[in-house]
């Protein structure tokens, strides 16, 4: 092999390390939220972007995937955070209501 060749092979192979190593998982499993009187099922959420609850929001949310989970108040992911772990849950005693989420590291 040519000694371009071999720089080229190991430049390639460097890009795709980088390149896999941004990659994660997507949040596997399913969350589970109520307001008392409805109840949402998320089955494999997406990962890299807010997602909103049902209007009027819930105070019982159960994070049953593979990621930790940000629970807030706004419907746009901003502002004030909860963090729920991951195969926890918050409430139904919870006094706030939770309008929308993200995942950590997403």
Not at 70 to 88: A, E, F, M, V
């Amino acid at each position: 092999m040519s000694r371009s060749r071999s720089v080229a092979v190991l430049v390639g192979g460097a890009v795709l390390v980088v390149a896999l190593a941004g990659c994660s998982d997507p949040p596997q499993g399913t969350v589970v939220a109520t307001n008392g009187n409805l109840v949402q099922v998320i089955s494999n959420p997406g990962d890299t972007y807010c997602h909103r609850f049902i209007p009027g929001g819930v105070n019982a949310v159960q994070d049953g995937t593979l990621a930790d989970m940000r629970l807030y108040r706004s419907t746009d992911c901003s502002g004030h955070n909860d963090y729920l772990s991951t195969q926890t849950s918050v409430g139904p005693q919870n006094t706030l209501f939770y309008r929308s989420y993200s995942f950590v590291g997403q």
